[in-house]
């Protein structure tokens, strides 16, 4: 039995088995990642600031990830904001856990990281790192200061 493929198939094999070659050479990626790392503009005078992201877990194991920190800051931790009773509050040095392969997205009105005792007055446009622990995983990402997070 004959095999027929077109000339047009016979070109294919070498690009499929080189995208082949190209995925198992590529480097895994790292097991905690940050993504759309801002910081809300605060007004002057302002005691804090608030930080958001989206972090991924791209681990096969659950992270818990229960601190920040940052050259700029003096103090950074976790919050989260909830209403209870009809009340608006925030509930500081909270835990935030990750699913394996999971995202957990760190906004306005739920968890945010609150950054405290500012070294350095910033404006829109500024950047500074920001390192979240994670259990045996942690992350540094630049972290952009912007008006509307």
């Not at 995925?23 to 910081?39: D, F, G, K, Q, T």
């Not at 005792?117 to 910033?122: D, G, I, S, V």
Request: net charge neutral.
């Amino acid at each position: 039995m004959r095999l027929f493929l077109p000339q047009s198939r016979l070109l294919l094999v070498p690009i499929v088995a080189t995208l082949g070659l190209y995925a198992c050479n590529r480097p895994p990626a790292a097991p905690l990642s940050v993504e759309n790392p801002r910081i809300r503009l605060a007004p002057p005078g302002a005691m804090a600031m608030a930080g958001y992201a989206t972090l991924h877990n791209n681990g096969s194991e659950a992270l818990r990830c229960d601190s920040v920190s940052g050259p700029d800051f003096g103090r950074a931790e976790i919050h989260r904001s909830v209403v209870e009773d009809g009340v608006s509050r925030m509930l500081g040095g909270q835990i935030l856990a990750i699913a394996a392969g999971g995202s957990a997205e760190l906004k306005p009105g739920d968890y945010h990281i609150m950054l405290f005792e500012a070294a350095r007055a910033f404006g829109a446009g500024d950047t500074t790192e920001l390192t979240i622990d994670c259990g045996p995983q942690q992350v540094t990402a630049k972290f952009r200061v912007v008006e509307h997070p």
